[in-house]
């Protein structure tokens, strides 16, 4: 009734209560191989047509280790903190965590190939997520991405966990397709697209 033909499905998800215990955090010990600076991701998600807002650039630190995994000091943006209260999983928060594999060492050798293209490796699907706590009380986001059979597809699994070390979130499937935008750094895909946005009735 509303004048809209009908549905279009984006994403599907099951959902069920379980009552699994928090797994233990990943074993990341070897000694940090350099550090990031979360400026410099933002700035590489950008260039590649990500824009996170004030409200969703919630990584204030990170170390990358010689496995290739990424460690994100994270907060919850003062920005999405408004009515954080009625989200059983706050969607800023997840997308904050999933931002640590941009910071892998994986997604940055992919981000360095080439010149005249930008390269970003985007999540396409999410399988396994568990929840075992508020996520906005989240402080570190561990980020581990692996190559798949396909040189365009890659694995990752995300976890968050508290001030106390505990897991709040396990996301332990995400598959990730690596977009390349041709002419990205020297602003054609800026004359070739338009954000537009079109009001309806709800």
């Not at 000694?31 to 969703?56: E, I, K, N, T, V």
């Not at 994986?106 to 075992?132: F, M």
């Not at 397709?177 to 990205?184: D, E, I, K, M, S």
Request: proline share 5%; with cysteine.
């Amino acid at each position: 009734g509303s004048g809209i033909s009908g549905w279009t499905i984006h994403a599907s998800a099951t959902l069920e209560r379980g009552v699994q215990s928090a797994p233990e955090p990943p074993e990341v010990d070897e000694a940090p191989a350099a550090g990031l600076d979360p400026d410099d991701l933002y700035r590489r998600l950008r260039s590649a047509g990500q824009q996170h807002g004030a409200a969703f650039r919630g990584i204030v630190g990170l170390t990358v280790f010689g496995s290739g995994a990424a460690r994100a000091a994270v907060r919850l943006p003062s920005e999405a903190k408004q009515g954080s209260g009625r989200f059983q999983l706050h969607p800023v928060m997840v997308d904050i965590a999933l931002q640590a594999l941009g910071a892998t060492k994986v997604a940055t050798d992919l981000a360095g190939e080439g010149s005249d293209e930008s390269t970003v490796v985007l999540p396409v699907r999410l399988a396994g997520i568990r929840v075992y706590g508020d996520v906005t009380e989240g402080v570190c986001a561990i980020g581990m991405l692996m190559a798949t059979s396909s040189p365009d597809r890659f694995v990752g699994r995300v976890m968050l966990t508290g001030a106390d070390g505990q897991v709040l979130l396990d996301i332990d499937e995400i598959d990730m397709v690596v977009l390349r935008a041709p002419g990205a750094r020297n602003g054609l895909a800026s004359h070739m697209f338009t954000l537009e946005w079109e009001p309806v009735d709800l």
